[in-house]
């Protein structure tokens, strides 16, 4: 068991192509593409989950029974947020339909 402090979770950048091989290939899988988080214990990769289809892949040799839940449950929040309106476009959706149209240019 690792403390909540050990666990390091970020966005997968273009030098993390290297990495993100690795842990597929220790896990048998094919290699994420597109957009991912990469969960770290101690600084050292361990895990990732793929922003796109929600793929994870992650280092049998390491204890990652508690780092995987967290990064998908990272990705869904990343998820809601993308898929959730703006606060602006909410408050024109309150609005009435005339004050939403005279309001639009403001």
């Known amino acids: 068991m690792y403390s909540a402090n050990a666990y390091?979770?970020?966005?997968?950048?273009?030098?993390?192509d290297d990495v993100l091989e690795?842990?597929?290939?220790?896990?048998?899988?094919r290699p994420l593409s597109g957009r991912a988080l990469i969960g770290e214990i101690d600084?050292?990769?361990?895990?990732?989950?793929?922003?796109?289809?929600g793929r994870v892949v992650a280092d049998p040799f390491k204890g990652t029974t508690q780092l995987v839940p967290l990064l998908i449950m990272r990705r869904r929040a990343l998820k809601a947020l993308s898929e959730r309106p703006s606060l602006p476009e909410r408050i024109r959706a309150g609005l009435p339909q005339a004050r939403r149209a005279a309001g639009s240019h403001v």
């Open 43 to 53: 600084g050292v990769p361990a895990a990732a989950v793929s922003l796109v289809d």
């Open 22 to 29: 690795r842990l597929a290939a220790l896990d048998g899988q």
């Open 8 to 16: 390091v979770i970020r966005q997968a950048t273009i030098d993390d």
